[in-house]
């Protein structure tokens, strides 16, 4: 049973105690009364003998109401002992926690001591000293006193309390004691007061002071201190300029790297523009020695190696899909005798024009080529024979109503054209080559030449004779 329980019931322990109390005194009275009249002799029951007891002594008929009386005198008691009590504990408790509180400040206030990098220290008016940091200990070189330091923190202070006046000595000059203790006096707080201090070892050193008086619970007046060491700021300061001389340097050298990287990024893009020009110029080089290579020099037309592969191609495609396409051959008349009367450079004009006419007369996807001196050779893909028949026919009505300008202008002159067709359409059987192909619409052109010049003439292989005899394509006027 703990403290507080046995507190809680002392109000009715009390209680009890002063009931049971007064009926012992009421047993007590009777008895007293019974003994006094001993020599009577008593008749009925025991409540007629108090009945008589009360009326021969009143007194007693007070004396039954004790027992109530004291056992409400006895609560009260309990009550207000049992408050005093419980205050008690209270307050052994409040003791308890302010103790728990105490040591749980002392032990933080010895970590943050020992903990801080700065000298930190307690001492009195006249001295002593109470205490004081690792930090201020190393600080001040307590070490050199002793040769080692102490293993406990009691003993050292022990040993340095035991040497007369060890907080003076600390001073390089001991007048500044006595200033600062003056100030401090005044002040109560004094921050940052630059001394000159002494190491024990016997070195002299700058140092900034914090110092302030407070009372102790005994009424001593404690010296709490602090201590700045500024010889290591003053270390530090020339480490930093170092350090910042160093990063100035390194940060020239930056400036001049990324200055010269920027030159080289410039000469670079300067170079990559010019790579780039060159690469578009060989590109633009390459379409046209492409365009070269399969084109004619003056007209622009496809040359014949040109026509030839691609001639070869359609043939392939056309056995493929079974699909039809025409060759016409074009041959200017009479050429030679327009060249001896105008010259070679108006016979090169004629040509251009000429070429020109025929491209005008033809769709995208047509081949036109300059296939030699004043002959012409186009494929024309998926096209039927009166589809083609009646292309070679606009070519030629196209050419004739064409002029060709003489001598700046000042004279012209008119040309025609002779124009052979073949188709070839595998669908109808037809075996031959493309070079067969090629073949028969020269013979058409041939025909045309013969025939008056100035006209289209369509023939094709008689692809059912055994002596493959070339004969014209019956059905087709090629007359005008």
């Given at each position: 049973?703990?403290?507080?329980t ?5 109000t ?9 109390l007064?009926l012992f005194l ?5 008895a007293i ?9 008593f008749?009925?029951?025991l ?12 007194v007693?008929?007070?004396m ?15 009550r207000?002992?049992r ?15 302010r103790d728990?509180q ?5 032990f ?10 700065e000298?930190l ?9 109470l ?5 201020g200990?190393?600080?001040?070189r307590?070490?050199?006193?002793f040769g080692?330091?102490?293993s406990s923190?009691e ?18 000059d001991?007048?500044d004691?006595s200033?600062?203790?003056s ?10 007061y630059?001394?000159r ?23 001593r007046?404690?010296?709490?201190g ?12 020339v480490?930093l300029k170092k350090?910042?001389?160093e990063l100035?340097?390194k ?10 990287l ?9 170079e990559?523009q010019?790579?780039s020009?060159k690469n578009?110029?060989?590109k ?8 070269m ?25 056309s056995r493929r899909?079974?699909r039809?396409?025409?060759?016409l ?8 005798a ?15 024009t000429i ?8 769709r995208?996807?047509d081949?036109v ?7 012409f ?7 039927d024979?009166?589809t083609?028949?009646t292309?070679?026919?606009?070519i030629?009505?196209?050419v ?7 001598k700046?202008?000042?004279?012209k ?10 188709f070839?359409?595998?669908?109808e ?14 013979v ?8 008056g010049?100035?006209?289209?003439e369509?023939?094709r ?13 019956p059905g ?5």
């Open positions: 049973m703990n403290e507080k046995k507190v809680a019931r002392l009715s322990t009390y209680f009890l105690m002063g009931f049971i007064g009421v047993a007590a009275a009777y009364q019974f003994m006094t009249a001993s020599g009577e002799v008749e009925g029951s409540w007629d003998m108090v009945k008589s007891f009360h009326r021969v002594n009143p007693l008929f007070l039954d109401n004790i027992p109530l009386i004291l056992a409400i005198a006895g609560a009260i008691i309990g207000k002992q408050e005093k009590m419980e205050y008690l504990i209270e307050l052994q408790e409040l003791l308890r926690e728990r105490l040591r749980s400040i002392r933080r206030y010895a970590k943050i001591l020992e903990k801080t990098d000298c220290f307690i001492t009195t008016r006249e001295g002593e000293v205490d004081i940091n690792k930090a200990i190393d600080l001040l307590i070490e050199a006193l080692t330091i102490p923190k003993e050292l202070l022990t040993l340095l309390n035991e040497r007369p006046n060890i907080a003076e000595t600390v001073y390089a001991r007048k004691r200033l600062l203790f100030k401090l006096q005044e002040d109560k707080v004094v921050s940052n630059p001394l201090l002494k190491r024990f070892d016997g070195e002299v050193f700058d140092a900034l002071v914090t110092v302030s008086v407070e009372m102790s619970n005994e009424g007046s404690l010296i709490f602090r201590i700045i060491d500024l010889s290591i700021v003053k270390r530090a300061e480490l350090t910042n001389a100035e340097k940060n020239r050298e930056l400036m001049d790297a990324f200055t010269k920027q030159v080289l990024k410039i000469q670079r893009e300067r990559s010019e790579l020009r578009a110029e060989l633009r080089l390459n379409r046209l020695l492409a365009e290579a399969i084109t004619d020099g003056l007209t622009g037309l496809y040359n014949h190696r040109h026509f030839m592969g691609y001639l070869k191609r359609e043939w392939e495609r899909s079974g039809s396409f025409c060759v051959m074009v041959d200017i008349d009479y050429f030679k327009f060249n001896d009367k105008w010259g070679h450079q108006v016979g090169d004009r004629a040509l251009v070429a020109k006419t025929i491209k005008s007369q033809t995208e996807y081949i080529s300059r296939y030699g001196g004043e002959e050779a186009l494929i024309l893909p998926e096209t024979l009166n083609c028949y292309v070679a026919q606009r030629r009505k196209a004739e109503q064409r002029t060709i300008l003489i700046n202008r000042e004279a002159d008119c040309l025609t054209v002779s124009v052979g067709v073949t070839f359409l595998p669908k059987e037809d075996t031959r080559t493309f070079e067969q192909v090629l073949q028969d619409a020269d058409a052109l041939y025909l045309a030449k013969n025939r010049r100035n006209r289209v369509l023939y292989r008689d692809i059912l004779s055994e002596t493959a005899k070339v004969i014209p394509i087709i006027n090629s007359e005008e």
